[in-house]
Nanobody
Framework: QLQAYGGGLVQVGDSLTLSCVAS????????AAWFHQAPGKRREFLGG????????PYGGSVKGRVTIFSDNGKNTVSLQMNSLKPEDTAVYYC??????????????????WGQGTLVTVSS
């Protein structure tokens, strides 16, 4: 089970770190990723991390402003976002796969999803 947290109301230009914790399993054995979905839009891949941490592809509208990292001690995968913009307002989801060892931007490839955490960027 995945649980995402850390969302909230922030101002334009702020930084925010979202985290995803896995319960009942070891997160480091999964390929993990972050997506976001704004109202009326498709779910968009933001970044992923392979189990070894060697592969960290990024994508979407936040590319260049985000960093994904894992903490095996806390069993979490986090997404640090910088220079937030109003268009970053969305529900942010973490996802995980045991099938694929390389992160993909295809949401269908992830078997497990967190419940989402809302980020609102106010101008």
């Amino acid at each position: 089970q995945l649980q995402a947290y850390g969302g909230g109301l922030v101002q334009v230009g702020d930084s925010l770190t979202l985290s995803c914790v896995a319960s009942g399993t070891t997160f480091s054995t999964y390929t993990a990723a972050w997506f976001h979905q704004a109202p009326g839009k498709r779910r968009e891949f933001l970044g992923g991390i392979s189990p070894s941490g060697a592969h960290k592809p990024y994508g979407g509208s936040v590319k260049g402003r985000v960093t994904i990292f894992s903490d095996n001690g806390k069993n979490t995968v986090s997404l640090q976002m910088n220079s937030l913009k109003p268009e970053d307002t969305a529900v942010y989801y973490c996802a995980a796969s045991r099938t694929y060892s390389i992160p993909t931007d295809n949401a269908l490839m992830y078997e497990y999803w967190g419940q989402g955490t809302l980020v609102t960027v106010s101008s």
